[in-house]
């Protein structure tokens, strides 16, 4: 009895239709191979969708690049059918086994379903208007709009359609969860694991090798610290199941290891020189407030690795050129004196640094000076396609206004020898459609974290004033 029931709800199963989601053209343009991320269900998309997509794949923008992929990739799901595509197109095949429900695309014109008052031209409630056709002709199934356009979520929730926005890309939902970078030990992690340590020396500092249960909760290139009278500061070097074996750190804090005249102000920016100092680490992240430190100890520790420690042949630094209020227009002159006006941060802290060396006088900082900036490029993200870097220190600067599509373009120019660094804080996101949960700088921090080439860190503490740390906590 019990098998044939279980044989009744395969077959009910196999019977009843999936979600049916009809897609907006800002989710096509943001994940170019949306269509096929919706596993089981059916997807559908309106006429207008593909007019809208026409009229964006013009120009050299990331959005027409992502707006002529999308046009491949259906023209290839198009082509995968010899018949007639009014009953849907399987994605089995073309989406190699990632998908297995169809797409359907609007193959005849609608009646006008809309309420009174809502202007029939605008594309959006064109769009609506095929969610209520459909609403109406599949009573039986669920019938979703997926939008990154908040406003048209809304319009179809006060018209009494789902509505939803697309989180195939989200990594997190709660920002909370992300990835820090480091953990604090429990108070009492001596006496429980201070039995089977076993301790050497390597290099002037001390490797411990701890075995437990705790070790399989670490990740390689996460800070272990402990506070207290004997404080701990280290960094797990290499995991092997219920084995770990952790390394004490280089003491930033303290004026001997100085990085360019700067030291570390508290144990986030001492974690940070440590991965930023490291030749292992290849691939850097660091978020934090404004006013944490990330720029400032990004850019010492790549002069003293270029100037003095001759490890790289030059810095590079880019950023994404989003204004935060209005844009000023065209800017005149070289691709460098057009980034200028983007790169004040940099100078800001070259000012800083500059200043570090007291004994050099006004002469010898000039001096100083101008070697720096010959030794510091500032390149526009939109000629990074295509270029390989050599043995370079690279920066990208308020990276949470990246993309993951943007940000893998930018991380797979480097080549061998170059180090990466990603700077941002993901509460101050000025890119349309992007959020704190599918920013391109989550997207690394989240993938990237164990691989032992690799390293982040949250920067907690602000260090550039008390009215700034007093800001950033009230406003």
Not at 328 to 355: C, H, Q, R, S, Y
Not at 395 to 422: F, H, S, W, Y
């Amino acid at each position: 009895m019990a098998r044939k029931t279980a044989v009744n709800a395969e077959q009910q199963a196999a019977t009843t239709p999936g979600k049916l989601f009809v897609l907006d053209t800002n989710v096509l343009m943001h994940d170019p191979t949306c269509v096929y991320r919706f596993e089981e269900h059916d997807v559908f998309l309106p006429m207008m969708t593909l007019e809208e997509l026409d009229n964006h794949k013009k120009g050299l923008s990331e959005i027409a690049r992502n707006a002529r992929q999308v046009t491949r990739t259906l023209d290839e799901i198009v082509n995968s059918v010899d018949g007639a595509i009014d009953q849907g197109i399987p994605l089995q095949g073309p989406s190699r086994k990632l998908a297995s429900g169809r797409l359907f695309l609007q193959t005849e014109a609608i009646a006008d379903g809309l309420p009174a008052g809502l202007p029939t031209a605008k594309v959006d409630n064109q769009i609506l208007a095929v969610v209520i056709d459909l609403q109406r002709r599949h009573p039986e199934r669920p019938v979703i709009l997926v939008s990154k356009d908040i406003n048209m979520r809304i319009k179809a929730r006060v018209l009494g359609l789902s509505a939803q926005d697309y989180f195939n890309d989200k990594v997190l939902e709660d920002n909370d969860l992300l990835y820090t970078g480091m953990r604090e030990l429990p108070p009492d992690f001596w006496e429980v694991y201070g039995q089977d340590i076993e301790s050497r020396k390597k290099d002037g500092r001390t490797l411990y090798r701890l075995k437990g249960s705790f070790c399989a909760q670490l990740l390689v290139n996460q800070f272990l610290f402990q506070e207290g009278e004997k404080p701990l500061y280290a960094i797990v070097r290499e995991i092997s199941g219920s084995t770990a074996e952790i390394q004490t750190l280089t003491d930033y804090t303290h004026t001997k290891n100085n990085v360019w005249g700067i030291t570390a102000r508290n144990r986030e920016q001492n974690f940070a020189l440590n991965l930023l100092m490291n030749p292992e680490v290849d691939f850097v992240t660091l978020l934090g407030q404004a006013g944490t430190g990330k720029t400032l100890l990004t850019l010492a520790a790549g002069l003293t690795q270029v100037l003095e420690g001759r490890r790289y042949s030059e810095i590079i630094m880019t950023r994404v050129t989003v204004p935060v209020g209005e844009d000023i227009g065209f800017l005149p002159g070289t691709e460098e004196e057009k980034m200028g006006p983007w790169m004040g941060a940099v100078e800001d802290n070259l000012e800083v640094l500059n200043k570090s060396d007291d004994d050099a006088g006004d002469w010898g900082r000039a001096a100083t000076r101008d070697l720096i900036r010959n030794r510091i490029k500032i390149k526009s993200l939109n000629f990074m396609r295509g270029r390989t870097f050599l043995n370079k220190f690279l920066i990208i600067d308020e990276a949470q206004n990246l993309t993951p599509k943007q940000m893998k373009t930018l991380i797979t120019r480097a080549g061998p020898g170059t180090k990466v660094i990603c700077l941002g804080n993901i509460a101050q996101i000025d890119t349309p459609y992007l959020t704190e949960g599918s920013s391109g700088l989550t997207y690394v921090v989240d993938r990237f974290k164990g691989w032992r080439h690799a390293g982040h860190i949250t920067l907690q503490r602000g260090e550039r004033s008390r009215l700034a740390d007093y800001a950033a906590e009230v406003l």
